[in-house]
């Protein structure tokens, strides 16, 4: 059964700490997307890869960082240096570059203790 | 001006008739339109892209885009208490920008 997934589900972080967020996919996509989704706002787009071993920063990739090591895996790492962490995050994958259809996974909400 | 426009809602609109949802955007060399459904609390579900000017038509769904006019829409037909969402448009850039821009949103509940 392919798809998308995103571990896990509800993520709490405390102030200072770093936290990694999952996503995996076994579509043999090669492009995976991050976007981070706050109430009354549009998606924003976090880091992007379209290929292993490289990915590009997004619209607003401070505090982020990411890694692609693995084609099916893009984990999402929120550093302690985002101060407005709370939000859900959206992982995403296509089959080829940007100009493929982008398909989401389950999501990962993320709260501040 | 934002890249991606949609009235925000809510659009109450009564079962069975047909809702329409509208979009603009601001590139002009704007390549590709998706419409997306995101049920509360769940990650955004692709409905339909459009490429071309005109409609596309899939079952109670029609996106019609208007390069000319740089507007994208979406029609629901005979719409379902199912169909109460939000939806998303999507635009994907030209000229080397090739990343989606995403609109906020339009929360659409159909009444019974």
């Known amino acids: 059964d392919g798809g998308i997934t995103q571990s896990p ?59 692609r090591e693995k084609k099916e895996s893009f984990p999402l790492t929120v550093t302690s240096a985002q101060k407005n962490p709370t939000a859900f995050y959206l992982c995403a994958s296509s089959k080829g570059a940007l100009e493929e259809t982008q398909y989401f996974g389950p999501g990962t909400r993320l709260l501040v203790l | 001006q934002k ?6 809602g809510p659009l109450s609109v009564p079962e069975g ?4 949802l509208n ?8 390549q ?32 019609q885009l208007n390069k000319a006019s740089q507007y994208v829409s979406l029609l629901i037909r005979d719409s379902q208490p199912s169909d109460s969402a939000t939806y998303l448009c999507a635009v994907r850039g030209g000229g080397g920008n090739e990343k ?8 659409l509940t159909i009444i019974p």
């Not at chain 1, 967020?21 to 976007?35: I, P, V």
């Not at chain 2, 890249?3 to 925000?8: A, Y």
């Not at chain 2, 979009?23 to 704007?30: E, G």
């Not at chain 2, 339109?33 to 038509?57: A, V």
Request: glycine share 8%; proline share 2%.
């Open chain 2, 32 to 63: 590709s339109f998706f419409w997306y459904r995101q049920y509360s609390g769940k990650s955004p579900e692709l409905i339909m892209s459009i490429y071309s000017n005109g409609d596309k038509e899939d079952g109670r769904f029609t996106a």
């Open chain 1, 9 to 67: 589900k509800y993520l709490f972080r405390k102030e200072g700490q770093n936290v990694t967020l999952s996503c995996e996919q076994n579509l043999n996509h090669d492009a995976m997307y991050w976007y981070r989704q706050d109430p009354g706002q549009g998606l924003r787009l976090i880091y992007y890869s379209q290929i292993v071993n490289d990915f590009q920063k997004g619209d607003i990739a401070e505090g982020y960082s990411v890694s």
């Open chain 2, 100 to 107: 989606l821009t995403f609109g906020t949103g339009t929360r």
């Open chain 2, 3 to 8: 890249e991606v426009e949609q009235n925000s």
């Open chain 2, 23 to 30: 979009c603009t955007y601001s590139d002009r060399v704007s």
């Open chain 2, 17 to 20: 008739a047909i809702a329409s």
